[in-house]
Nanobody, 126 residues
Framework: QVQLVESGGGLVQPGGSLRLSCSISGNTPEYYAVGWFRQAPGTKRVGVSCASTADQSTYYDDSVKGRFTISRNEGGNTVYLEMNNLKPEDSGVYYC???????????????????WGQGTPVTVSS
């Protein structure tokens, strides 16, 4: 059982940057793969990026490649999403999530995940 709490969202101008944090608590948080998802009003939740624990691989949606970077702290209990050159279409509520099992290669579809945070809103607007 793990709990996830996101932070770092806010209002930023186009071209700006934000760093989101996902704090993971519970048993062995460092062993859980983590995904970041975005949900804009009236739309489905979509995968943005994820970090595996089975092989340390990371994945990005094509829309954010080259602009977003996912990373993990040394203790493994915080996962960051560094977002650069932000665009208005990046706006939405960002959620982090973890699967039920340990040591997994992550996926970018929300149905694969079991534990979810409450979300942090990101608005990119001038």
């Amino acid at each position: 059982q793990v709990q996830l709490v996101e932070s770092g969202g806010g209002l930023v101008q186009p071209g700006g940057s934000l760093r989101l944090s996902c704090s993971i608590s519970g048993n062995t948080p460092e062993y859980y793969a983590v995904g970041w998802f975005r949900q804009a009003p009236g739309t489905k939740r979509v995968g943005v990026s994820c970090a595996s624990t089975a092989d340390q691989s990371t994945y990005y949606d094509d829309s954010v490649k080259g602009r977003f970077t996912i990373s993990r702290n040394e203790g493994g209990n915080t996962v960051y999403l560094e977002m650069n050159n932000l665009k208005p279409e990046d706006s939405g509520v960002y959620y982090c999530a973890a699967p039920k099992e340990l040591w997994r290669i992550c996926r970018l579809f929300p149905e694969w995940y079991y534990y979810w945070g409450q979300g942090t809103p990101v608005t990119v607007s001038s």
